[in-house]
Every structure is written in structure tokens, then in C-alpha cells.
């Protein structure tokens, strides 16, 4: 009898730690946020359940093809799925990284390039530097990270960078948006020019191909030094990849209606996605006041998503 006794004390016990375990499980699951961590060369953005979506680099890899001072970029980009979407530093194109905003001919009391060109103004001494870093927001389905960068000729700050980024896993895609707020210590313009400004620099590997909303994108190539030869604006483009070991992904760009007019310097044969809003003139901005720009990216698993949430005006 004493036996029957501690047999069955002994299984409701483990039944009891079981049932404990299990709820001490689901809540965590339930309780899992977005976590912005530490990383080699900057911080990264983990989802609720661990899967990476985008690292945001401020230092450049000691060992890299990065021929750009700056990096304030998000590289790697992945999809839901685990698969890469973005480039940093290919052999052709070595000053592109990543997703990232900048301009190659810039001028403040001295001319300057932040893009990393180096063609139409200086690149010596001219950095942008990171000064903070931070989630300022996280929970189960969204996160919104800060990003503040100064812009630098010398030690001499001449723009003033803040770009708060919102984060989310909708309808098995990661959406992206950034909004970007841009003051100058000085009176700025930025030179009329077929591309520069924000900038998603996509994978060259395996099949690629334009889509807009139409469909299938067959225009042109745009010229680099022809802003008339740029694309039309569109509520969006989309890059989609196939890979040679089949894996299908891709990244949709879209540009904010209340920036400046837009065209689009997109280009199959490096795989840049470019909205451009110096393609139909310059754009000048007071020592003091900020230029708003809005973009959105949806990073896809196999074809572009059908349905999604276009960039509305508020």
C-alpha cells in the first residue's frame, strides 16, 4: 500500500511541474518582444522570436571593400525567412551599402560628399558619424528604433540627422518605415543629380526583376549623369531576386507623398533602388529648418506581395 501511495505522489508531482513548465512556456512566448541588442558593428534588431531583421552598422568591418567614410546603414536586411536582401561594398559599386541615406554633391560653406562618389565634391573629411542608437519603443508586433547622425566636414557638423525607424511583421512580410528629419547648421543645397538620397543597394546574384504596380517593369536603364533618363514616380517599386538555389525574395520601396517630387534612379544591373528627389532640380534648405523624408520598405518571401499597405499622406 505504502508503495501505491508514492507511486501515485511521485506522478502527480511530475504532473504538476509538467503543467507548471508548460504555462511558464506560454507566457514567455506571449510576453516575447522585439530586442535591439549589441553587435559586432553596430546593434541588431531580433524578432519576438528571434530572427534577425536588420542590423543597423555604425563602424566599418576592419577587414572590408567599404571604400565609403560612412556607414550608418542597415546591413543585413533579411527577410522573414532568413534570406538577405541587401548588399554592402560589391566590387562594382564599393561606396553602396546596405539600405542608407546620403548625397553626393552637397554644398554648406564647403562642398561635400556623403554618398562616397567622390566625382562632384570631396569625400576627405567628410563623415557621418553616429551619436545614439536606441529602441525607443518594442512590443510584441512592432519596434521603433532611434537613430541620431551628424553629418561632419572636419569636426565641423554640418546637418543634423534623426530618423526614428517603426518595425513590423505583417502578412508574413517585414515592413520598414523610416522617417528622416534633416537640419542644417548652414544654409544647404543639394545639386540637382540623376540619384542619391535614400538608397536600397539589393543582392546581384541569381535572376532579377523590376515590378511597379502595373506589373513588370521594362524601362530604360536611367543614365547617371542624365536626371531626365531617371523613371517615373510610382506608389512603388519592387525588386524581386531569385536565387540559384531557388529561394525567392525581395524588397518593395516606396517614397512618402508629402517628400519632394520624386523620380527614380533603379538600376537591374547593380541591383540599386533609388528615389530620387534632386532628379527634377535641387533642393535648398535654410541654416535651422528640416527637411521631412518618408519612405517604407516591404522585404518579401517569395513573389512581391499582391496586397500590402501603401504610404498614405497624414
Known sequence: MKNRHWTLSCTLLIVAWQVILATGTSEATESATFRFEPSKHGKTLFTPDGRV????????????????????????????????????????????????????AMQFTKRADFWGWGEMAPTENRKIDNLSLRLVDTGTDQAKVSAKNAWKIGDRTVLHEECLLTVQEKNTTFVIDFHFRLTPTENMVIDQSAFGGFCVKSRQDGTRTFFDPQGKVDLAAPHHLKPET????????????????????GIMVMSGPENPPTRWHNLLSIAMINPCIVAADSVQIEKGKTLSLKYRLIVHDGPRPEAFSPLTRK
Not at 234 to 242: C, I, K, M, N, S
Open 53 to 104: 531583421v536588420f542590423q543597423y552598422m555604425i563602424q566599418k568591418p576592419e577587414k572590408t571593400n567599404l571604400s565609403a567614410n560612412s556607414t550608418c546603414c542597415l546591413y543585413p536586411l533579411n527577410s522573414p525567412k532568413g534570406t538577405r536582401v541587401v548588399d554592402l561594398a560589391p566590387g562594382d559599386h564599393r561606396h553602396h551599402r546596405g539600405v542608407f541615406l546620403a548625397w553626393h
Open 230 to 249: 531617371d523613371w517615373p514616380n510610382a506608389p512603388f517599386y519592387d525588386y524581386t531576386f531569385v536565387l540559384p538555389s531557388g529561394k525567392k525574395a
